[in-house]
């Protein structure tokens, strides 16, 4: 017995010293776990955490400024408010960036003329030649549900020197008239610009303070072509299997595109290598009309599919996807191309920006992303999977069931506006672009 206690004793002991002699190590050790659980719960605080719906999908949220996680009751913030303050956290990380590559200056604000009671827009120059809000009301402009009421918009030029930004069109803007101007370093000089990819290196001498755009670090970017936002009222499972039955049969078509700049060749280059590997049917002037018949299409076509057209309407509502690829690969260069996909009920084919981008604004698992698959005939056979199996198939459009996508002016501008007003609410910073053209063209 005795014996027994003894060897126990001087196995223990050893074991005992062994373990004291790495105390600190363990403690060290200690204190890193911890500081990555730490670390980890707050990251799902913000970075939403992948969860398991009852329709079987994974989403992930993270990363992602809209929509929000409607089944995560730590989530179930449905104000915009909510899309802004997420976009905060993503924006500083890219100011950070602009910050060091020059392209930015961000200051602290000093005086105090943020916050102010009101703010006034001025539309300084037109838009695409036209007035563009002047006739609007504040509630067309702004949205019903901003929460932010204390912006005003107005077209009469006599504000031109008390308004509180000089909202400027980059297409509409008579720089001459810029470089005569006394600038007001209070009022906030904004350049509204959609179009990627131009190369204008002398406006970086105007020093534009904010950008309204499609980039995720301007100061106004959300919505700036589609938004996906939270139904009133989720369907039932029952409505969402019900449509994507119906869809998975209606949709005999594999995939189709509509062309008409036939300048991005990259684009045109993937089209054509894909298609030796799936059936595409496309139209458009880039399109020669051989290949306006696809390999195996149902419907026979011609190359007349105008836009708006009845032609249009059937491919769009009887193929499974369609190829959003955008004309650029510039940052968050994401087009009402593939919005209107997701509203007519396909699934984009996306290829242009990164697949991250896409994540940061898209339905969850909406959209399938060229990048993702080392070869097109890999994404061929990934096509056909989801064209083939209405389980894999219904993953696509699972979202649908919680939200909707909206890609028309109307419904996407006071999103816009929405953000500007809540930025003039909010501002503590003085901030000016030092090379905006560098900034625009990022990744382009
Ligand atoms: C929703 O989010 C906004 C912005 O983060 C916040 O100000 C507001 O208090 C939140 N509301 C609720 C009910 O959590
Ligand atoms: C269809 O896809 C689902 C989900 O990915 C998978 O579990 C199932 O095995 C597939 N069915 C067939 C017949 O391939
Ligand atoms: C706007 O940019 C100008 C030009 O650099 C700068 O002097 C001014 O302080 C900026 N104003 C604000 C409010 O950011």
Redesign the pocket.
């Known amino acids: 017995m005795e014996k027994r206690i003894h060897t126990r004793r001087s196995r223990s002991l050893p074991y005992r010293n062994y373990l004291l002699q790495f105390k600190w190590t363990l403690l060290v050790f200690c204190f890193f776990v911890s500081i990555v659980l730490l670390n980890k719960a707050k990251l799902n605080s913000f970075a939403f955490s992948s969860i398991e719906h009852n329709d079987n999908v994974e989403f992930s949220f993270i990363d992602v400024i809209y929509p929000i996680d409607v089944l995560n009751p730590k989530d179930l913030n449905k104000s915009i408010s909510y899309y802004f303050a997420r976009k905060e956290e993503l924006k500083l990380i890219d100011d950070a960036k602009a910050i060091d590559r020059k392209e930015k200056v961000v200051l602290p604000l000093t005086n105090n003329k943020f916050p102010s009671k009101s703010y006034l827009i001025l539309e300084f120059t037109h838009v695409f030649q036209r007035p563009r809000f002047c006739s609007h009301s504040k509630e067309q402009i702004f949205g019903k549900t901003c929460p932010y009421k204390n912006c005003d918009y107005t077209c009469d030029e006599k504000h031109e020197e008390d308004a509180d930004v000089l909202l400027m069109h980059k297409r509409d803007l008579d720089f001459k008239q810029l470089t005569e101007m006394t600038r007001n370093s209070e009022q906030i000089w904004l350049l509204w610009h959609d179009e990627p990819n131009e190369n204008t290196a002398a406006i970086n001498k105007y020093k534009f303070n904010w950008t309204i755009t499609y980039r995720t670090s301007a100061e106004a970017s959300l919505a700036a072509y589609g938004i996906t936002v939270v139904k009133e009222n989720p369907w039932p499972m029952e409505k969402l299997s019900s449509w994507i039955d119906k869809e998975f049969k209606k949709r005999y078509n594999q995939a189709v595109w509509f062309v008409s700049n036939c300048k991005p060749k990259k684009r045109l280059a993937k089209f054509q290598s894909l298609r030796q590997h799936y059936p595409i049917v496309a139209f458009g002037k880039c399109i020669s009309s051989t290949q306006s018949y696809s390999l195996n299409a149902n419907v026979h076509s011609s190359i007349q599919c105008g836009r708006e057209s009845n032609c249009e309407h059937v491919y769009l509502s009887t193929s499974k996807f369609y190829l959003a690829f955008e004309s650029q690969s510039c940052t968050d260069y994401i087009t009402e191309k593939f919005w209107r996909t997701l509203s007519v009920g396909a699934i984009p084919i996306v290829s242009g920006p990164e697949q991250k981008s896409f994540a940061r604004v898209a339905p969850p698992n909406s959209f399938v992303h060229v990048d993702d698959y080392a070869s097109d005939k890999e994404l061929s056979v990934a096509l056909n ?1 989801i064209a ?5 198939y219904g ?1 696509y459009h699972a979202w649908r069931r919680y939200y909707d996508a909206y890609y028309q002016a109307k419904d996407v501008d006071p999103y816009r506006f929405c953000e500007l007003c809540y930025r003039l609410n909010t501002n503590k910073q003085r901030i000016w672009y030092e090379n905006i053209n560098d900034w625009f063209l990022e990744k382009c």
């Not at 083939?388 to 894999?392: D, F, G, V, Y």
């Open positions: 999977l083939t199996n209405r389980t894999l993953k």
